[in-house]
């Protein structure tokens, strides 16, 4: 099983300010098969990043997906208030899919 | 519009069976494959398996295995999670999602969207 390791567990940042986030996998995922999620509180998780850098449909240009190998980062250009949530990454490149345990970004 | 909507929240003793919900609506229901994910308490997220409702093909997460049935009514594009015996520890948010990517040589691949608004399970004597 791939273990997937996101840094750091919380973030605090005040709006307009940049957030990088990152997600370390335990062994390397085939083809950068790798996706982002933001969970707002109270909802369901909203798929922000596919294969590690394509934005999803209707997906603000301010988030960005970055990375191979091992190491894949998530950044959320010029923070806005609403961007408060909990950030997973998730790999698809082996047959047990698998989360990360979670960003949470704080808004100042 | 792509739609995941789920059954309603439900409390039950240990011991007890359950099964819930997921109705897809403005897509081929039958050409994607549909996931389940739990969410405990304050927790993240843990896969547990994914269905093909055009014939019933199913993965589960090595950790769910024999825990859970997921299954399909297609003629209602509906998938459902259920369980024989609910244990305290079953207590959490349950959530489908249509699985996007790939399927290559028997191999799946790929990612969750949209996302159902959720089950919440709670199991309690």
């Known amino acids: 099983e791939i273990v997937l390791t996101q840094s750091p567990g919380t973030l605090s940042l005040s709006p307009g300010e940049r957030a990088t986030l990152s997600c370390r996998a335990s062994q390397s995922v085939s083809n950068s098969y790798l996706a982002w999620y933001q969970q707002k509180p109270g909802q369901a998780p909203r798929l922000l990043i596919y294969?590690?850098?394509s934005r999803a449909t209707g997906i603000p240009d301010r988030f960005s997906g970055s990375g191979s190998g091992t190491d894949f980062t998530l950044t959320i250009s010029r923070l806005e208030p609403e961007d408060l949530a909990v950030y997973y990454c998730?790999?698809?490149?082996?047959?047990?899919?698998?989360f990360g345990q979670g960003t949470k970004l704080e808004i100042k | 519009e792509v739609q995941l909507v789920q059954s309603g929240a439900e409390v039950k003793k240990p011991g007890e069976s359950l099964k819930i919900s997921c109705k897809a609506s403005g897509y081929s229901f039958t050409s994607y494959w549909v996931g389940w994910v739990r969410q405990m308490p304050g927790k993240g997220l843990e896969w547990m398996g994914v269905?093909?409702?055009?014939?019933?093909?199913?993965r589960y997460s090595p950790s769910f295995q024999g825990q859970v049935t997921i299954s399909v009514d297609k003629s209602i594009s509906t998938a459902y999670l259920q369980w024989s015996s609910l244990k305290a520890s079953d207590t959490a948010m349950y959530y489908c999602?249509?699985?996007?990517?790939?399927?290559?040589?028997?191999?799946?691949?790929?990612?969750?969207?949209?996302w159902g608004q959720g089950t919440l399970v709670t199991v309690s004597s």
């Open positions: 269905i093909y409702p055009d014939d019933s093909d199913t």
């Open positions: 999602a249509r699985h996007v990517g790939y399927y290559v040589s028997g191999r799946l691949s790929g990612w969750f969207d949209p």
């Open positions: 998730q790999q698809y490149g082996s047959s047990a899919y698998t």
């Open positions: 294969g590690a850098s």
